[in-house]
């Protein structure tokens, strides 16, 4: 039963962690100038075009997931190191999140609290 439940959680996270991911590149490359040009999650596609930004399905199966962004016309100070950094550094974030829910949860759940003793 505990693997089952292991399994289910790992899928879960996994497909958690691609819209984490995707996001981190989106958000560190327009932080760093660069301009959004589309975002894929699975089959669902956001992308800019004439202004405006436009959602789609898109028939490619075989993506998970995708940003691209457009870099800036002067591209200096190795700003594409943060568009591209910006994915893993996510996904560190969320895994300390739940890493740090995991321990509290198991430490609620075997009885055991930060109380004071009575004085």
């Known amino acids: 039963m505990e693997l089952l439940a292991f399994l289910i959680a790992y899928v879960a996270f996994f497909i958690i962690s691609i819209p984490v991911h995707e996001l981190g590149h989106l958000v560190f490359g327009l932080l760093s100038g660069y301009r959004f040009s589309s975002f894929r999650l699975f089959s669902l596609v956001w992308y800019k075009e004439n202004g405006k930004v436009l959602f789609r399905r898109s028939r490619n199966k075989l993506a998970l997931g995708q940003c691209l962004m457009l870099p800036p016309k002067h591209e200096k ?8 950094l910006g994915g893993g550094l996510f996904n560190l974030l969320i895994a300390g999140i739940l890493l740090i829910l ?8 075997n009885g055991y609290t930060h109380r004071r003793p009575d004085c």
């Open 102 to 109: 995991t321990i509290y949860i198991r430490w609620h759940l």
């Open 77 to 84: 100070d190795f700003k594409f190191v943060w568009h591209n």
